[in-house]
């Protein structure tokens, strides 16, 4: 069984517990796109691990990880990310991790020029000013420097020095700023050369020949899919598509090797950064909720803004993203509520939306329709049967289901690795 799982909100969706859970039973986890701005949680015990750029199946023994072509890799925030796993027992080895060979390097000068364009910039995106969006910019334009082209010093010089000159030019005369000189990047990125070399091979071929033979895939998505590039609240998104459709292009394996698509979302919402977001709480909703469920980002530490699930929103990525199966991450956080809203569509301009628009302007100006359910006001966190939890938060759940269009299958109460309902 091969399976994919992708969040179908604004990113932060407890991917990464559920991820956890699931890869316990597979052979490979491959992560497809996305760079270090993205973060997974996952809490094994009393200890927590935010991972990055590394699959979060890498703490379990004998699993093999993949870092496949659709993700920009950071050397340096990568190879942080290794050794401070190894400060805590965790090594990884070649054998356990594998790295695309035609993956592009975040350089540098991409990190940079994030921050001096947000900067610029009237209405801010709120990047997370890691470099991932001018990396893949420079993949687009075809200016980019590959994993393997940084295996090969020759190769490596040669586009580093064409880079510099255009990119020098554009700090000096866009910016005015001082631009990078060629020798300390060049030295830095060799030591990550000779570090990384023994991870990197061609992904594609490796990942497809695994299902050759039998085993089992389970592909990792970062964000969410309101923030995919071609279907997220443009322009405030990011600069890869989160959504399944990333999942080939972004690690050389074929959709119809695809056998199964999970879909995480809260049982609330949130996004962190600017954009458009009609379900948003006040401001006193906004601070109980967000202090409960813990919700500052795992990269950034950032403040994620909270807001009553839209089903508008999940049924827009459940059509674009052919979801089977939804995971229902973060239900315990409303434990407390006496009334919890649904949101079952818009209404702009005295007209109902049944479905999500994509014009700034309306989304901006929509307004919630909105259905209210009685809470269970009672904690959930040690049930484990689906028949067990308070009727009123069964009735929540399906209601959410029947909305949605699609069954839910997980249901996570609490954020240790076994406080999750399997339906």
């Known amino acids: 069984m091969n399976t994919v799982v992708v969040g179908a909100q604004w990113g932060d969706e407890g991917k990464g517990k559920l991820i956890d859970i699931l890869s316990k039973d597979v052979d490979l986890t491959v992560r497809y796109q996305g760079g270090s701005n993205a973060g997974h949680t996952v809490i094994v015990g009393k200890e927590r691990y935010v991972f990055h750029l590394l699959p979060s199946a890498i703490l379990r023994e004998g699993k093999i990880c993949v870092i496949g072509n659709g993700v920009v890799v950071d050397p340096k925030a990568l190879l942080e990310e290794m050794d401070g796993l190894k400060e805590r027992g965790v090594k990884v080895t070649p054998d356990k991790l594998k790295i695309a060979v035609n993956s592009h390097v975040v350089m540098p000068y991409h990190r940079v020029l994030d921050g001096l364009r947000e900067k610029m910039r009237e209405h801010k995106i709120g990047t997370t000013g890691r470099g991932i969006g001018p990396c893949y910019a420079d993949k687009v334009t075809r200016c980019g420097i590959r994993m393997v082209d940084l295996l090969n010093p020759r190769v490596f010089s040669a586009k580093l020095k064409d880079n510099l000159r255009e990119k020098n030019e554009y700090f000096k005369k866009v910016f005015d700023q001082k631009g990078f000189a060629f020798d300390p990047i060049y030295d830095e990125y060799m030591v990550y050369s000779r570090r990384l070399k023994p991870y990197v091979c061609d992904t594609a071929l490796y990942v497809n020949h695994a299902i050759d033979k039998k085993k089992s895939v389970l592909f990792e998505g970062a964000q969410g899919a309101f923030l995919d590039i071609d279907f ?192």
Request: glycine share 10%.
């Open 232 to 423: 997220g609240t443009y322009p405030f998104v990011t600069s890869s598509n989160t959504t399944v459709g990333g999942v080939t292009s972004g690690s050389g394996v074929a959709p119809t090797r695809i056998d199964n698509v999970i879909a995480a979302v809260k049982a609330y919402t949130t996004r962190v950064g600017e954009g458009p977001f009609p379900t948003e709480f006040d401001a006193k909703m906004d601070d109980e909720i967000r202090a409960k469920g813990k919700e500052f980002g795992a990269t950034t530490g950032r403040a994620r803004r909270c807001g009553w699930f839209d089903s508008v929103l999940v049924r827009y990525a459940a059509v674009t993203g052919g979801f089977d199966e939804l995971a229902i991450m973060k239900l315990d956080v409303l434990d407390e509520l006496k009334t919890i809203k649904l949101c079952k569509a818009y209404k702009y301009k005295g007209k109902i939306l049944n479905d999500f628009p994509h014009d700034y302007e309306a989304l901006c100006g929509v307004k919630p329709v909105y259905e209210e359910m009685p809470g269970w006001q009672q904690p959930i966190g040690a049930v484990r049967e689906y028949k067990k939890l308070p009727a009123q938060a069964r009735h929540y759940i399906e209601r959410l289901q029947e909305l949605v269009g699609v069954p839910v299958k997980y249901i996570s109460i609490g954020s240790e690795r076994d406080e999750i309902i399997v339906r």
